[in-house]
């Protein structure tokens, strides 16, 4: 209802306003005048109150219409402006369920104008449409509020990895499932060792892609990575770890690849390890081959091989083919090592030929009882015949075993006896062709015991020995003896000489008024004779009447004529200061064919042979020829040098 304007003009106590609730006074004069205003509640018809329905007065401020956006976490609160006479009751609803005044995180507020809505810590779960109703006995009112929650959005599932390279990786990840109600602006991606827990951030700009390829990585080391979605309201939790995985690199390609035998249907290759492996290590390598003309290679073996040499069968006779050998890892496989010309499948005649080891160049010396086997490689095609013979005949197949194969053959006896010694010759034959070399084989074993041990002599406080070689030496040289003395009240022995070679010997150092025994073993490369020879008799040494019986020596005459074991070296002195010349050894010295003996000016001494001449502060008078003479009674030696004296610089030059 529009309300009524009054003028108000000399009045001083009046009813102004009956039934409006806006006045609009107008003075004409100025003056004081006192406004009172009255509530008088509004009449009906009959006197009766009048009531006004409930009205929501809902302001969304420029946003989409009776919707609210509120961040997860932040309190949400409404503000529901109100009207009605009598004031209304307020009822609020989500999805047909009622909400009540206090109920957890949720509260409601009833003011006279206006109502509060609240819920503390908004989550996901509360977004949706809120229903508030109004209503007193005038009527009602019903207004619907939307309510959208917002987060950062979910973490991405684990990234997976692909295309792993020596230093680089390919990381892939999917969207998050729930983006938190805002898009997803870009993604960040962290990678860490996996026995660290310090995760490196690998880019600053958001990734807008939903894959990245990482560098920079060790090759070796075994990596995880994850990633985060970033909004606007932020960073979501970090995605699972991916799966643990390592940098590596293939190997490269095999070196010194090479055809090592060829017959009419097969081709022996060879080759070495790769020069780098790397941490992928080596799993094995795969054998192809390709003919001339052709671009499809074929597998030479059933799948890879762990050696460095192959054999490949079943070839035909006349084809011209390539060859190829490629290495693998778990980073994949190599540059192939190729053959540079095409390679024919025919049998190549070749001489025979055997390859004598050089430990078979010389005696092969063997136990008895011990294990004999020769392995001969030769080479020559086709296929040789190889014949073995011993002394120039045939070998006995029952005393030895042969094994013949297509690079070598093998001598073999389980157990050797000295009766296997002997020549042995193996020769290898293709029709007119032949090589011949001999093997000589020496079985050993313990020698005997030494013959006719006696007591030679016994002075003092020693006993002289004398003994014969063993009658058996075992089929190998004696290589010395071992004596030994034995006290004939305790019979205990103690070695006296060990690998003694001669065979005599004095044993010194004995106790007076003791009686000794002797035995003897016998010593070769196989070791002792099982038995020792002992002295039949004892050796008494007597405690008195004991004389030595001095052995005489012829003397010998140790006199030479003397010569200079060093060169007399040239010398350079500064003028002023002493000067000497050394030789050794020294008899006399000479200046210009002219004795120094007598002259002051000089000293001649000796020290540990060394013959030494000083010339006191040399001047150039001093300058000349110098001579050493050793004399005695077998000859004489000397040697010379020049010495020059200029200016300040003494100066020795040879002569």
Request: hydrophobic share 35%.
């Amino acid at each position: 209802m529009p309300p009524k304007h009054h003028t108000v003009e000399n009045c001083y106590d009046k009813t102004l306003a009956k039934e409006s609730s806006l006045l609009k006074l107008k003075l004409r004069r100025i003056g004081t005048m006192k406004i009172k205003i009255d509530f008088v509640p509004r009449q009906g018809k009959g006197n009766v109150p009048r009531r006004e329905p409930p009205k929501i007065h809902l302001d969304c401020r420029g946003q989409t219409p009776d919707t609210i956006i509120v961040v997860a976490g932040n309190k949400l609160r409404l503000d529901v402006p109100i009207s009605g006479d009598p004031v209304p009751t307020v009822i609020w609803q989500k999805v047909n369920k009622l909400l009540a005044d206090s109920e957890g995180r949720v509260r409601v507020e009833m003011l006279e104008d206006h109502c509060i809505f609240t819920i503390e810590g908004a989550e996901k779960e509360d977004e949706g449409v809120y229903r508030v109703t109004v209503k007193n006995p005038a009527g009602e009112d019903t207004a619907d509020i939307t309510v959208k929650v917002i987060d950062v959005p979910d973490p991405p599932e684990a990234p997976q990895i692909s295309n792993v390279g020596e230093d680089n990786c390919m990381v892939q990840w999917q969207p998050p499932k729930h983006d938190g109600g805002q898009p997803v602006l870009g993604y960040i991606l962290e990678r860490k060792k996996k026995k660290s827990y310090r995760w490196m951030r690998l880019n600053f700009d958001l990734l807008n892609e939903l894959s990245y390829e990482a560098k920079r990585m060790i090759e070796g080391v075994v990596y995880e990575m994850r990633v985060y979605a970033v909004n606007s309201v932020g960073v979501s939790r970090p995605s699972p770890a991916s799966q643990p995985f390592m940098p590596i690199a293939p190997p490269s390609e095999p070196m010194h690849f090479t055809v090592e035998d060829i017959s009419d249907t097969s081709v022996t290759l060879k080759w070495r390890p790769p020069e780098r492996i790397g941490a992928g290590g080596l799993d094995g390598y795969i054998i192809e081959y390709c003919k001339e003309g052709s671009t499809e290679w074929i597998p030479g073996l059933h799948g890879p091989t762990e050696r460095t040499s192959a054999l490949l069968k079943g070839l035909v006779t006349g084809d011209k083919l390539y060859f190829r050998v490629t290495a693998i890892n778990l980073a994949g496989t190599s540059q192939p090592a190729i053959t540079k010309e095409p390679i024919t499948i025919r049998e190549i005649l070749q001489r025979p030929k055997i390859w004598m080891p050089r430990n078979l160049r010389q005696t092969l010396m063997k136990k008895v009882g011990d294990t004999v086997n020769i392995v001969i490689p030769f080479q020559g095609k086709p296929r040789p015949k190889v014949i073995w013979t011993k002394d120039g005949q045939p070998l006995d197949s029952k005393e030895v075993a042969v094994r013949n194969s297509i690079t070598d053959t093998i001598l073999f006896i389980r157990k050797a006896e000295r009766y296997h010694s002997g020549i042995y010759e193996v020769e290898v034959q293709i029709e007119n062709m032949s090589d011949k070399v001999a093997i000589t084989m020496q079985i050993m074993d313990k020698p005997g015991p030494p013959q006719n041990v006696k007591i030679v002599d016994v002075w003092g406080f020693s006993v002289a020995l004398e003994w014969k070689a063993p009658q058996d030496d075992g089929n190998a040289q004696i290589t010395g003896y071992i004596v030994q003395k034995a006290d004939k009240k305790t019979m205990e022995w103690y070695t006296v000489f060990d690998h003694y070679r001669r065979t005599n010997c004095v044993v010194s150092d004995l106790i007076m008024g003791n009686e000794y025994y002797f035995r003897i073993f016998s010593e070769n490369l196989c070791g002792l004779s099982e038995n020792a020879a002992t002295t039949k008799n004892s050796a008494y040494i007597k405690k008195t009447g004991t004389e030595y019986k001095h052995p005489s020596y012829k003397e010998h005459d140790f006199s030479e004529a003397p010569k200079f074991t060093h060169p007399l070296p040239d010398r350079s002195v500064i003028a002023g200061y002493n000067a000497t010349l050394s030789c050794a050894p020294k008899i006399f010295w000479f200046k210009n064919k002219m004795d120094l003996s007598g002259d002051a000016k000089y000293r001649m001494f000796s020290k540990h042979g060394v013959l030494t001449l000083e010339i006191r502060k040399p001047s150039p008078f001093d300058a000349g020829l110098y001579t050493c003479k050793a004399v005695n009674e077998c000859g004489e030696a000397e040697i010379e040098c020049r010495l020059d004296v200029r200016g300040d610089v003494l100066i020795v030059e040879n002569v």
